[in-house]
């Protein structure tokens, strides 16, 4: 089992940034990729970016690219979100998630943190 713990969700100014943390305990080393996802209020979740776990190679939503980065510190198990120019539609629930290796979906899930950015 892999437990996800995010964190570092808040109100942020429209313009400003945020960093969201997520820290991965457990079988880290069944860990194939990480990713982001967000819910806005009243919308289905949606994928943000991801990296993998063994190249650090990142993916991203093509709307999402330029203004959200997400990177790894390999000796913390600790994947992070860095948002940039926030805008009022970046509001969500930020949830991170993990793939085992040998899988192919999402099989953890963190309990997710509130990113709240105000106009």
């Known amino acids: 089992q892999v437990q996800l713990v995010e964190s570092g969700g808040g109100l942020v100014q429209a313009g400003g940034s945020l960093t969201l943390s997520c820290a991965a305990s457990?079988?880290?080393?069944?860990?194939?990729?990480m990713g982001w996802f967000r819910e806005p209020p009243g919308k289905v979740r949606e994928f943000v970016g991801s990296i993998n776990w063994s190249d650090n190679k990142t993916e991203y939503l093509d709307s999402m690219k330029g203004r959200f980065t997400v990177s790894r510190d390999n000796d913390k198990n600790t994947v992070y979100l860095q948002m940039n120019s926030v805008k009022p539609e970046d509001t969500a629930d930020y949830y991170c998630?993990?793939?085992?290796?040998?899988?192919?979906?999402?099989?953890?899930w963190g309990q997710g943190t509130q990113v709240t950015v105000s106009s």
């Open positions: 457990g079988r880290t080393f069944s860990i194939h990729a």
């Open positions: 998630a993990a793939v085992p290796t040998g899988r192919r979906s999402y099989e953890y």
